[in-house]
């Protein structure tokens, strides 16, 4: 087949910008095993296993959804073996139903510890009125996407708000010599009430955006506290320089303590560090697009039934990865985490050991490859087969 190599030939084509796509046509826990031996490291491990529902699903009901005793004790001990694999800013997500999220969550739980559980996102995938499972006692319109972290440090990657001009207007001028203070274990500037100038010069490069220290950001912002703690007591009208925050910007920051007409303090943030990130939310629905998602993957990929939506997918690299990172899908099913990570240029490693779905996936990518899938894209590409 067009864009699959067997591993018997000796020559695998350049991946475009040193990108790489595998698919491992044998058991999970082999393939983890054999990536742990050749050291590769992954951003982020995606998890879509059987559901133990124990009813017929996929391509034209061609599977039975496994229903084992042992389903939590297998799943453990792959999630176990895997976490090796992960980088220390790597990511886990998992898609599961209701009937064993509670499950899942607590061998990740026992895996990676509660305290680095980002979140449960619920995944909207049926229309309320469109209810039909005549025999079911619910009609349940969710899935749920569970994620964690290893490094309970580690943030999702984000966009940020453009940075309003009209706000940074602010130039600080010192016109004496601070008094110098060591504080909480950082160097610190104090210049009192006629030793320095805040002007509105208008917007440049350099200029400063002004925050007053109340609500919120005088008890949920690091700058806010470190005011409110440290700060606030020195005096009235006072100018402070604090060495060590704003670690990503200027390096310091500068802070005006209240007065008796404002008893607020106030700090400064250059552009450097402007711009709030956009965090991502659990309000996800694909209700629209999982009607005519049959059509994702192009031909020999028609059908519905347990097919992940590209769009979930996108969601889950856009936070969890960034281009040229490593996702390894070790139940690689229809094939939607290749398709998504071949179009967002991340490398893919897929394991799959149902003969039917590793048909589908390779089918998959000589779509992607003859511009055959529904976006009717070419993609350059190779897909090593083990």
Request: net charge positive; proline share 4%.
């Amino acid at each position: 087949m067009r864009g699959v190599l067997d591993e018997s030939e000796v020559v695998i084509r350049e991946q475009p910008k040193g990108l790489a796509y595998s698919l491992h046509a044998y058991d999970n826990q082999a393939v983890v095993a054999r990536l742990g031996a050749c050291g590769t490291q992954v951003q982020l491990i995606y998890l879509d296993p059987p559901y133990n529902t124990g009813r017929l699903r996929g391509a034209r009901k061609s599977f039975r959804d496994t229903a084992t005793a042992d389903w939590r004790e297998r799943r453990l001990s792959l999630t176990r073996s895997a976490y090796s694999l992960l980088r220390d800013s790597g990511f886990v997500a998992v898609s599961i139903n209701q009937s064993e999220l509670f499950n899942f969550k607590s061998l990740l739980d026992e895996v990676f510890t509660p305290e680095c559980f980002i979140g449960l996102f619920p995944v909207k995938i049926r229309h309320e009125k469109r209810q039909l499972m005549i025999n079911a006692t619910l009609h349940d319109l969710f899935e749920y996407l569970l994620i964690y972290r290893k490094n309970k440090k580690t943030r999702f990657f984000t966009t940020h708000k453009q940075i309003d001009p009209e706000k940074f207007i602010y130039e600080i001028r010192t016109l004496h010599r601070p008094e110098m203070k060591t504080i909480n274990g950082k160097t610190v500037e104090i210049y009192g009430p006629n030793q320095y100038e805040i002007l509105k010069t208008g917007y440049s490069a350099q200029a400063l955006r002004r925050y007053v220290i109340a609500g919120k950001l005088a008890t949920a912002n690091w700058s806010g506290e470190w005011y409110e703690n440290h700060i606030r007591r020195l005096g009235d009208d006072l100018l402070v320089k604090v060495e060590g925050l704003e670690n990503d910007g200027l390096g310091y920051r500068w802070f005006q303590s209240g007065n008796t007409s404002r008893h607020s303090g106030v700090y400064f943030q250059s552009q450097l560090t402007a711009g709030r990130p956009i965090l991502p939310t659990n309000d996800l629905d694909y209700t629209e697009v999982v009607p005519t998602i049959y059509k994702e993957g192009g031909p020999g990929c028609d059908f519905k039934d347990s097919k992940k939506p590209e769009a979930l997918m996108r969601f889950i690299l856009d936070i969890c990865t960034k281009p040229g990172d490593i996702v390894l899908d070790l139940f690689g099913g229809s094939g939607t985490t290749l398709a998504v990570a071949i179009k967002t240029h991340r490398s893919a490693i897929i394991a799959e050991n149902d003969p039917s779905a590793v048909a589908i996936i390779k089918a998959r990518a000589e779509n992607l490859r003859l511009g055959a899938d529904a976006d009717g894209q070419k993609h350059d590409f190779a897909l090593h087969l083990l």
